[in-house]
Nanobody, 126 residues
Framework: QAQLVESGGGAVQAGGSLRLSCVASVDTGNFCMGWFRQAPGKEREAVATITSSGSRTYYSDSVKGRFTISRDDVKRTLYLQMLSLEPEDTAMYYC????????????????????WGQGTQVTVSS
């Protein structure tokens, strides 16, 4: 069973940036992967996801143009670069992975991911 460990969260002011990392305990070469977030009182939502090859990405409308997802399978690491952070980005951010490859389209439905990290908190103040 793969394990995922997120890091990089923290407290920043609006307009700031953070880079989240998610390190996997197993080879991620064929994994479908993504970042999700959940704010207090809100449902979990997909933030950014990436195909197994890294060739295609999905972004939610709220982060498009500000966040960038990338992966380095040699390092078994998934990244989320977050720029121009807004108070609305405040949430617990989770890394997710699934061993079933997604080669054509990135998967934004959380139910398709079998493995989740513990989360890293991002807090953006105005």
């Amino acid at each position: 069973q793969a394990q995922l460990v997120e890091s990089g969260g923290g407290a920043v002011q609006a307009g700031g940036s953070l880079r989240l990392s998610c390190v996997a305990s197993v080879d991620t070469g064929n994994f479908c992967m993504g970042w999700f977030r959940q704010a207090p009182g809100k449902e979990r939502e997909a933030v950014a996801t990436i195909t197994s090859s890294g060739s295609r990405t999905y972004y939610s409308d709220s982060v498009k143009g500000r966040f960038t997802i990338s992966r380095d399978d040699v390092k078994r690491t998934l990244y989320l670069q977050m720029l121009s952070l807004e108070p609305e980005d405040t949430a617990m951010y989770y890394c997710a992975a699934d061993s079933v490859p997604c080669m054509v389209e990135p998967i934004s439905e959380g139910l398709n991911y079998a493995t989740w990290g513990q989360g890293t908190q991002v807090t953006v103040s105005s």
